[in-house]
């Protein structure tokens, strides 16, 4: 399939000259920039700056398809390579979701089969997907046109409470691991094996997913973890007092620990609008810093959207909105991708770091928790 090209000046609109001033008049206020200006400058920015978009759900709603062409595109799901293209994804995390109450062996099992499918997937779309992990094939793959696929998050449940189902989990190519659900990872923090399995994560490059996680378990994995934390989809508490958003106690400490609040594009969680949403992206990088705030559009995953962010492709708007509110081009290329590329860099070398320090970990809960 051909790779689209962009001329984002041509779908700027020109602006008309402003009025000369009557001498002796008082100047009146500047004129705000004109919305397809804004449009347009969002266009380009993106082109050169993409967006690691931190959640999908495409695994799960592909399941039941019996028939779909995500490069040709696809009606019955919010994401295919028309859509990510326009709205200029470069990388996308593909969660593997299990169905609630999914324990043991058919979590294990379920999960996957999640991971096959997302790599038969990516295989069936050459000219669009390709398979990612680290930062320089993410790069590498996006400057090739085409967006990065990195699998994950999987739940907790899926490693059976097993180190060495974790690294199968990873050798398969998962990413990224979310800590709550499980008795060594709950509402009390992270259990003595919970920690192990932590350390055993940042050897391997597998990043810890806090989003849904208790107050203590976010602040353990903070101290412990070597490789910056993400939060993949939590927005604001403070603006949205949905279970999954932090509050200001655990943004700033989220700041501080240096890593990642990924922040959703869900009614639910962010609001109707799109300004509801740059009001939360405000928030988190007021309280974490303009290298700790990413996006996660958390499509097809049932979520309500808010209006003009109904899929992949509306980034532009968004970006747009941020522009309208002085956000700076440099804050802006941290938000889409250079945030998600400093936490794979640095996950990267503290996994080199920990396989030099120390062989695969061998213990077991039983060993640790008793």
Known sequence: MAELKYDAGAEGGAT???????????????????????????????DAHPVADGHSGLSRALRPLSWFDLELGE???????????EGRVGALFWALHLPDGMTGDRAVGATLDQLDLVRTVVRAHPDGLRLAGAPGPVTDVRHSGRTAVLPG????????????????????????????GVSWAGETGLTRFGEEVLREMNRLGVLADLSGAGPDTVRRACAVSKAPVLCTRSAARALRPHPANLPDDLLTALGAAK???????????TG???????????????????????????????????????DVSGYPRLVA???????????????????????LREADFAAR??????????????????
């Open 16 to 46: 008309d000259d402003l009025p000369a001033p009557v001498i002796g008049e008082h100047p009146g206020p500047a004129r705000e920039p004109a919305a397809a200006d804004l449009l347009a400058r969002a266009r380009a920015l993106l």
């Open 75 to 85: 009606s019955a799901v919010d994401t295919d390579v028309p859509r990510l293209r």
């Open 153 to 180: 998050p999987a739940a907790a449940v899926a490693l059976g409470d097993s180190l060495g189902i974790l690294r199968c989990l990873h050798g398969l190519g998962l990413r990224a691991l979310t800590l709550t």
């Open 259 to 269: 890593g990642l609040c990924m922040v959703p594009l869900t009614a639910e969680q």
């Open 272 to 310: 109707p609008s799109v300004r509801d949403v740059a009001d939360h992206l405000d928030h988190v990088r007021a309280l974490a810093g303009a290298d700790c705030v990413g996006l996660s559009g958390t499509y097809d995953t049932g979520s309500a959207h808010p209006q003009d962010l109904a």
């Open 321 to 343: 909105e941020l522009l309208r509110r002085d956000w700076s081009e440099t804050d802006i290329a941290q938000l889409t991708w250079g945030n998600v590329q400093r936490v």
């Open 353 to 370: 770091e920990a396989q030099r320090r120390r062989a695969p970990s061998t213990a077991t809960i039983t060993d640790l928790d008793g």
